[in-house]
C-alpha cells in the first residue's frame, strides 16, 4: 500500500506513471506529454462541492508546449479534449489513491461545456474535480463533476466524467 498524501508533485507524477506509486498494474497516469499537469495541490475523500473528494491539480503553460505549434498553426491554442483529458486522469487518481486496484479508463461523461480556450500566453490551468459518487469494490468506478480555470477565470465544466478501473483480465466492455 502507497502512502496517501494530501498533494504530489511532479516527481511524484511520474512515479506514478511508470506504475511506482500505486503498485504494477494498478492506476497510472500518462507520461509526458500525455502528463497534462504538473503537480496536484490536494486530494482528499470528504472535502469538495459533493463532500465525497475532491482533486485539484495545476498545469504551468509555456509558450513551447508540444501542443500549442499543431493546433492550430497560426491560432495555437490548447486543444479542449487535452483538458477533458486532464479531468478524466486526475478523477482516475483518485481511485488509486483510495487503493483501489485495477488500469484506470476514462469510460464516459455525460455533458462537456467550453467557455473559454488556453492560449500560449496564458500562466496557469487549474483543474477541480469533485467526486460524487466512488464504488471502490468490482467494478471499481468513479464518478465526478470537473472544472479547468486558465488564469483564474473558468473556461471548461464537465458534468459526470465516468471512469473505472479494469482488473487485467477484462476489459472496459465488461464494465
Known amino acids: ?20 506509486l500505486f503498485g504494477p498494474g494498478n492506476a497510472q497516469l500518462p507520461l509526458p506529454p500525455m502528463l497534462m499537469f504538473d503537480r496536484i495541490t490536494r486530494i482528499d475523500n470528504q472535502g469538495g462541492a459533493h463532500e ?11 509558450e513551447d508546449h508540444w501542443f500549442f505549434p ?37 469510460l464516459g461523461v455525460k455533458e462537456v461545456k467550453f467557455a473559454g480556450q488556453v492560449f500560449p500566453n496564458a ?28 488564469d483564474g477565470q473558468l473556461i471548461y465544466r464537465a458534468h459526470d466524467l465516468k471512469v473505472g478501473l479494469i482488473p487485467p483480465e477484462k476489459t472496459s466492455e465488461q464494465l
Not at 473528494?53 to 504551468?60: F, P, R, S, W
Not at 491560432?75 to 487503493?99: I, K, R, S
Not at 471502490?136 to 463533476?145: E, F, G, H, I, S
Request: with cysteine; glycine share 12%.
Open 1 to 20: 500500500m502507497h502512502s496517501q498524501k494530501n498533494q504530489y508533485s511532479y516527481d511524484d507524477l511520474i512515479a506514478c506513471a511508470k506504475g511506482e
Open 52 to 62: 465525497r473528494g475532491v482533486v485539484e491539480a495545476e498545469l504551468d503553460i509555456r
Open 70 to 106: 499543431c493546433h492550430f498553426q497560426g491560432d495555437p491554442v490548447m486543444p479542449g479534449c487535452l483538458g477533458l483529458d486532464a479531468m478524466w486522469q486526475l478523477t482516475g487518481f483518485f481511485l488509486g489513491w483510495e487503493g483501489a486496484a485495477g488500469r484506470g479508463r476514462a
Open 123 to 150: 500562466s496557469l490551468v487549474r483543474y477541480e474535480i469533485n467526486i460524487r459518487r466512488a464504488r471502490l469494490r468490482t467494478p471499481v468506478l468513479v464518478y465526478a463533476d470537473g472544472v479547468m480555470y486558465v
